[in-house]
């Protein structure tokens, strides 16, 4: 079973403030997507990575989730290398990647002002991600991209906060079976920082990589 069926409607109004933000940028760019994003990836992943919102000129523009934005970069090319994406990121939805045992989902699914959801906001679209976890029966791992993405992943498994700790590199053993890892998020804040370099990025993925590997996995 996938998560096809865990979408809100194209034209969602569960969330006043982000259903105006896209009114709003329908009229201002009808040629974009400018709707909930969906999920990038097969049904039946064994790792979903999990994103905080669409990005207003990423994501929300392209319908892909962290493609035409920065963060992007980082991400997709990693991915490839750790043999979770084939193809080339040309930063468009067109561009041919797919990816391989793993699904891209936002804990939000449409763009915030400033980028920035609010707590009501991820609180009212946790169903949807619980639902794509309930849904996706192969699922063993999740890849949490920061702080917001790893309290959804907890809400959604109606866990308490408190007893699972976000920090970068940590591995967490959900009680359904679920393999919960953290990693700062890729954007471009982090990464000119150096808050997140790509070999920090990089030393995540392949924990995952060797973790799925393993018989006990499969």
Request: hydrophobic share 40%; with cysteine; proline share 9%.
């Given at each position: 079973?996938?998560?096809?069926?865990?979408?809100?409607?194209?034209?969602?109004?569960?969330?006043?403030?982000?259903?105006?933000f896209?009114?709003?940028?329908?009229?201002?760019h009808?040629?974009?997507?400018?709707?909930?994003?969906?999920?990038?990836?097969?049904?039946?992943?064994?790792?979903?990575?999990?994103?905080?919102?669409?990005?207003?000129?990423?994501?929300?523009?392209?319908?892909?989730?962290?493609?035409g934005?920065?963060?992007?970069?980082?991400l997709?090319?990693?991915?490839?290398?750790?043999?979770?994406?084939?193809?080339?990121?040309?930063?468009?939805?067109?561009?041919g990647?797919?990816?391989?045992?793993a699904?891209?989902?936002?804990a939000?699914?449409?763009?915030?002002?400033?980028?920035?959801?609010?707590?009501?906001?991820?609180?009212?679209?946790?169903?949807?991600?619980?639902?794509?976890?309930?849904?996706?029966?192969?699922?063993?791992?999740?890849?949490a991209?920061?702080?917001i993405?790893?309290?959804?992943?907890?809400?959604?498994?109606?866990?308490?906060?408190?007893r699972?700790?976000f920090a970068?590199?940590?591995?967490?053993?959900?009680?359904?079976?679920?393999?919960?890892?953290?990693?700062y998020?890729?954007?471009r804040?982090?990464?000119?920082?150096?808050?997140?370099?790509?070999?920090?990025?990089?030393?995540?993925?392949?924990?995952?990589?060797s973790?799925?590997?393993?018989?006990?996995?499969?």
């Open positions: 079973m996938s998560g096809e069926n865990c979408a809100p409607p194209a034209d969602c109004a569960l969330c006043p403030r982000l259903a105006a896209l009114k709003a940028q329908r009229r201002a009808p040629d974009w997507f400018n709707a909930p994003v969906p999920p990038f990836g097969p049904p039946d992943a064994r790792l979903a990575i999990i994103g905080l919102a669409p990005g207003l000129r990423g994501a929300n523009r392209t319908g892909r989730p962290f493609t934005d920065y963060a992007g970069d980082l997709y090319s990693s991915l490839i290398r750790h043999g979770f994406a084939q193809g080339t990121y040309e930063a468009r939805p067109d561009d990647l797919v990816l391989k045992d699904v891209i989902i936002n939000v699914r449409c763009v915030p002002p400033q980028n920035k959801p609010t707590t009501a906001e991820i609180r009212t679209c946790n169903r949807f991600l619980a639902c794509e976890f309930k849904a996706r029966r192969p699922l063993r791992a999740i890849l991209l920061g702080k993405a790893h309290d959804a992943t907890l809400m959604a498994h109606g866990l308490v906060r408190a699972w700790k970068h590199g940590a591995r967490h053993v959900l009680p359904c079976g679920h393999v919960l890892h953290d990693s998020h890729c954007s804040y982090n990464t000119q920082t150096g808050r997140l370099t790509p070999q920090m990025f990089h030393a995540v993925l392949a924990a995952i990589r973790e799925l590997a393993s018989p006990a996995a499969s």
